[in-house]
């Protein structure tokens, strides 16, 4: 393996959650290169090579296959199309309230990948814009990223926003310099930064005290720093952050509520006929970047469409998974290909796991069709 392939190896493996916690870890996923795919060889050319070729080789496509995604599915064009008209109408003079954005969707269903991807296109938009400085000589950084945990206070989110920044007071300071976030608003002042995301919100516990203090400093950010507020969750709704009613915390909730746009991302249907193009061209993007000595022409997206809808039921995290583990016991197996008989054997998530035997019995029975009338090109 050269030397080149391998320093992009290391690089990709480092951009984890927690790495994209700081700023030096979020460049790296922002200016990540593309990564390289691994040379279809056929069945013979495999047997050619040496040990440690064939070695190399295998290790380049385990990482391959391992990362396949993301993919531009519907769900995250249209999320895209809906971030970027809240992100641009928000360019508003420093006097007016920017509107938040809460997506709010099941898990499996690619919200963070998809917010990931389009802080990528926002982030590098705006270095080609206006330059990796500011007109005062401190870095910009137009995408500031954080994730809550089930304790986060107001303290603690602040704090946050200083760790990424890597600001030297985040270690220590009065209440007042972490509980109203003045050093953090100076972050995202002289850093010139436009969106800041808050993955995991569902982890907040919104009715206690908590929550409360957070919500409220939902508004204060809303109110005096410039940027957009992107959150992430599950289940927001029904966890009251839109929630309107006659007490002081629904009072809150609702202004939070007022100010947000609420977006979401649905599983794969396979109900209509565009819902079944959609599986369809998902799938051939899929087999096109899958690398396996005797994959064929139809393999995914004909052979096994039915199969994977059944045991993804649809989600598109479940999706990659299964395809990512299966291709993962193809190379190791020697057989090349992925089959019913081979997927059989691979396990998938729980929740997928639960419900595809009623699919399965649907599909086979005819009341559901994973295939469109008119195959996609």
């Not at 930064?193 to 204060?220: A, P």
């Not at 599950?234 to 609702?254: N, T």
Request: charged letters at 30%; one cysteine or more; glycine letters at 8%.
């Amino acid at each position: 393996m050269t030397d080149r392939k391998r320093s992009e190896d290391d690089l990709h493996a480092k951009l984890d959650h927690l790495t994209l916690s700081r700023k030096e870890g979020f460049r790296r996923l922002m200016d990540a290169p593309s990564r390289l795919r691994p040379e279809h060889l056929a069945r013979r050319q495999l047997s050619l090579l040496g040990e440690k070729a064939r070695a190399d080789y295998d290790r380049h496509r385990r990482k391959w296959h391992a990362n396949l995604g993301p993919l531009r599915t519907p769900q995250m064009e249209a999320l895209h199309e809906d971030l970027w008209d809240i992100i641009d109408s928000n360019e508003q003079d420093g006097d007016k309230v920017k509107g938040s954005i809460a997506i709010d969707a099941f898990p499996g269903l690619g919200k963070t990948t998809a917010a990931l991807a389009f802080a990528k296109l926002l982030h590098r938009r705006v270095i080609e814009e206006e330059g990796e400085y500011t007109d005062q000589g401190h870095e910009r950084w137009p995408v500031c990223r954080v994730g809550l945990t089930s304790n986060t206070s107001m303290r603690d989110f602040n704090r946050a926003i200083l760790e990424f920044f890597a600001h030297p007071g985040r270690f220590r300071g009065t209440a007042t310099d972490f509980g109203f976030g003045f050093r953090a608003l100076d972050c995202v002042l002289s850093c010139e930064t436009t969106l800041l995301i808050v993955d995991d919100l569902h982890f907040l516990r919104w009715r206690n005290r908590t929550g409360i203090e957070v919500s409220n400093h939902f508004k204060y950010i809303a109110n005096e720093f410039p940027v957009t507020l992107l959150m992430i969750g599950v289940s927001l709704q029904a966890r009251g952050l839109f929630d309107e009613g006659d007490s002081y915390e629904d009072a809150v909730l609702a202004q939070t509520g007022r100010r947000t746009t609420r977006l979401g991302m649905k599983p794969f249907t396979i109900d209509t006929e565009e819902g079944r193009t959609d599986w369809r061209n998902t799938l051939l993007a899929i087999e096109e970047r899958v690398v396996l000595a005797n994959k064929y022409p139809g393999m995914i997206a004909d052979d096994l469409s039915d199969e994977l809808f059944a045991r993804s039921t649809g989600h598109i995290g479940s999706l990659m998974t299964l395809v990512n583990r299966a291709c993962q016991r193809a190379v190791r197996t020697g057989a090349e290909r992925i089959d019913l008989e081979l997927l059989s054997k691979v396990k998938n998530d729980a929740a997928s796991e639960k419900g595809r035997e009623e699919l399965r019995q649907a599909l086979a029975a005819g009341r559901l069709v994973s295939k469109p009338k008119k195959k996609a090109a």
